[in-house]
């Protein structure tokens, strides 16, 4: 873990949980691992034997740590180092899987201006936010490496990747948990298993309803620093992802100032807005994943403009004063179990 990309975290993740109880009929079976840098929860329900239903879960579990190796930062051999290794230099060629979300993140920093920005690597490394070695770096080497985040400066063409600038470090932690997500579930559905819940820490997917046909209740955490990580509210879905992004998860505080690992490529630091965290509910969980880290650095206003190009999503914001705003087709099925959250209409 200490080799991952996906930076061990200081808090156990799961920023979602379910409320649901299971019926008796199919069966179901879980598997969790450490994958991804995170707690990695599969859950499917199937009338077939056991003995099947663990290979199933075994299979998809190898796939995974295969992708981690290939989206990986640190590990030595993982693809993403070699580009790091020749950024400056040549482009390297890289599996699909990689090329594809690659893809996809310089979509989002497009379309967000770059909010978010997947060349966020040296800043991601300078401050070291999730792991032991967390740190408020040097005003100097943060102003140093604002030269090397421009997302502009990533090639990507016929299969291969190349940063332009020497020192560049890619960083698809706002996205990778989304397409692993999508991709259990593709897997999944190639197996003939339809229903299932999928937990990659905070990126949530469910598949299809209960077994019962009620739908999933899935939980969205109190995201005050310092208060017990309770459900605030739930939201009620079937075939949906629910993914956070947050700052109460993976941060540090210090002289009185919480430093988290959403960080801002125009200034170096952790973003600072009055949010404390923002859930997307969407089809996709690659998309998910990039809008909710996007509307993190966005703010409230800005999402709201930008939710409106993505008519499937729907977006649940906590403000830092307890109030929640909404936007979107699918929170007409929350429900705040915490009454110190005020739901806003607007
Ligand atoms: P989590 O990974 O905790 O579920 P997010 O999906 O919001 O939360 O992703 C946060 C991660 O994304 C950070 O740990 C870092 O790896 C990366 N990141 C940080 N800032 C940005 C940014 N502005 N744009 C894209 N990715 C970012
Ligand atoms: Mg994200």
């Known amino acids: 873990m200490k080799n991952s990309i996906f930076k061990p975290m200081l808090v156990i993740p799961a920023a979602l949980f379910f409320l649901q109880a299971c019926s008796s009929k199919p069966k179901e079976y879980g598997k969790a691992e450490l994958t991804f840098g995170t707690v990695?929860?599969?859950?499917?329900?199937?009338?077939?034997?056991?003995?099947?239903?663990?290979?199933?879960?075994?299979?998809?579990?190898?796939?995974?740590?295969?992708?981690?190796?290939?989206?990986?930062?640190?590990m030595q051999d993982s693809v993403l180092e070699k580009i790091h290794i020749n950024a400056g230099k040549s482009a390297v060629?890289?599996?699909?899987?990689?090329?594809?979300?690659?893809e996809k993140a310089l979509f989002f920093a497009e379309k967000t201006g770059g909010a978010f920005n997947p060349a966020i690597g040296p800043l991601v490394k300078l401050w070291n936010i999730g792991t032991e070695d967390a740190c408020l770096p040097p005003a100097e080497d943060l102003k140093e490496a604002l030269n090397i985040v421009d997302y502009k400066n990533i090639e990507l063409k016929d299969g291969t990747v190349f940063l332009r600038k020497k020192g560049m470090r890619l960083d698809l932690g706002g996205i990778a948990k989304g397409?692993?997500?999508?991709?259990?579930?593709?897997?999944?559905?190639?197996?003939?298993?339809?229903?299932?819940?999928?937990?990659?820490?905070?990126?949530?997917?469910v598949m299809?309803?209960?077994?019962?046909?009620?739908?999933?209740?899935?939980?969205?955490?109190?995201?005050?620093?310092?208060?017990?990580?309770?459900?605030?509210?739930?939201?009620?879905?079937?075939?949906?992802?629910?993914?956070?992004?947050?700052?109460y998860e993976r941060f540090f505080e210090k002289e009185g100032v919480i430093y988290h690992?959403?960080?801002?490529a125009q200034t170096?630091?952790?973003?600072?807005?009055?949010?404390?965290?923002?859930?997307?509910?969407?089809?996709n969980s690659m998309e998910a994943d990039a809008l909710s880290t996007s509307f993190f650095v966005m703010g409230l206003e800005k999402s709201l403009q930008l939710i409106k190009d993505f008519p499937e999503v729907s977006a649940v914001f906590?403000?830092?004063?307890?109030?929640?705003?909404?936007?979107?087709?699918?929170?007409?099925?929350?429900?705040?179990?915490?009454?110190?959250?005020?739901?806003?209409?607007?």
């Open 40 to 74: 990695c929860y599969v859950k499917i329900y199937t009338e077939k034997n056991g003995a099947e239903a663990r290979n199933i879960l075994d299979g998809l579990f190898s796939e995974l740590n295969r992708l981690e190796l290939i989206f990986s930062t640190n």
């Open 93 to 102: 060629d890289v599996p699909d899987e990689l090329y594809g979300v690659l």
């Open 179 to 205: 397409f692993a997500a999508d991709y259990t579930k593709s897997f999944l559905l190639t197996c003939g298993i339809k229903k299932a819940v999928i937990d990659f820490g905070g990126n949530v997917l």
């Open 208 to 247: 299809d309803t209960k077994p019962d046909g009620s739908l999933w209740k899935v939980g969205l955490k109190n995201p005050v620093i310092g208060e017990p990580k309770s459900a605030a509210a739930y939201i009620d879905v079937s075939g949906k992802t629910v993914v956070t992004s947050g700052n």
């Open 261 to 264: 690992h959403i960080l801002s």
């Open 268 to 283: 170096g630091y952790p973003v600072k807005n009055n949010l404390r965290a923002v859930t997307v509910i969407g089809e």
């Open 318 to 346: 906590f403000l830092e004063d307890n109030s929640i705003f909404t936007a979107g087709a699918e929170v007409k099925n929350l429900n705040i179990l915490d009454d110190k959250f005020r739901l806003e209409r607007f």
